[in-house]
């Protein structure tokens, strides 16, 4: 998985709670994203981070909030979780220049009951 | 709303080549066909992608038709492994940063 992690890479928790999903990549790519993906929806952009404190809203960003304070780390942060949040979180890289040649972690599925 | 029609589904027997077809009849002139594809339930895995000229790579080829309105990627040996939703994604190159709209793709299912 060109050298990306997820964690948790499974989660359940209750609506109400505050959760954070971390991505880490050792690629030192600039660029780094976080998706979601859902049954008849396909994979939708969430937030996305262009540099080290360098963060912009994606497609659907509501509920969410990104930081990136070091290069190879990038947390998503649901702040309270919601059951329309329940879904598969996928981080991605990419570099300079490459344009949308994106690589992929292998997820997080996260539930919210 | 996905630029691309694919077909939903597709066989193939294994060893012989894929040919999965893409219709982007509305695509633009600096706009890129990329192709991915995602076997289940893991990240979606970039193969190829082109703007006007075929492409090859250790992966796939990409035909891309003079007219650009459509295109094939070609799996020359299919394995069973190659079993997975191919997405063909329009995007113009380094536009709205990673903002790719991946539509319902093509299901292929590769068959011993």
Redo the contacts between chains.
């Keep these: 998985?060109a050298g990306i992690t997820q964690s948790p890479r499974h989660k359940v928790t209750e609506t109400g709670t505050p959760v954070t999903l971390r991505c880490h990549q050792t690629e030192n790519h600039r660029?780094m994203?976080w998706y979601r993906q859902d049954p008849g929806h396909?994979?939708r952009?969430i937030h996305?981070s262009?540099g080290v404190k360098d963060t912009d809203k994606?497609?659907v960003s509501d509920g969410y909030s990104v930081s990136r304070s070091k290069t190879e780390d990038f947390l998503l942060t649901l702040e309270s979780a919601t059951s329309s949040q329940t879904s598969v979180y996928?981080c991605?890289i990419?570099e300079v220049g490459a344009?949308?040649?994106?690589?992929?972690?292998?997820?997080t599925q996260l539930s919210v009951l | 709303d996905a630029k691309t029609t694919q077909p939903p589904s597709m066989d193939c027997a294994e060893g012989r080549a894929a040919n999965l077809p893409c219709n982007h009849s509305t695509i633009s002139g600096n706009e890129y066909v990329y192709w991915y594809r995602q076997i289940h339930s893991q990240g979606p895995q970039y193969i190829i992608h082109g703007l006007k000229n075929n492409e090859t790579n250790e992966m796939a080829s990409l035909i891309i038709t003079e007219d650009r309105k459509s295109s094939t990627l070609i799996l020359p040996h299919a394995t069973l492994r190659d079993t997975a939703v191919y997405y063909c994604i329009v995007k113009d190159y380094g536009g709205s940063q990673g903002n790719l709209i991946f539509g319902k793709g093509t299901k292929l299912s590769v068959k011993p």
């Design positions: 998985d660029y994203y396909g994979l952009l996305y262009y994606g497609e996928f991605a990419s344009g949308e040649k994106l690589f992929f972690g292998s997820g």
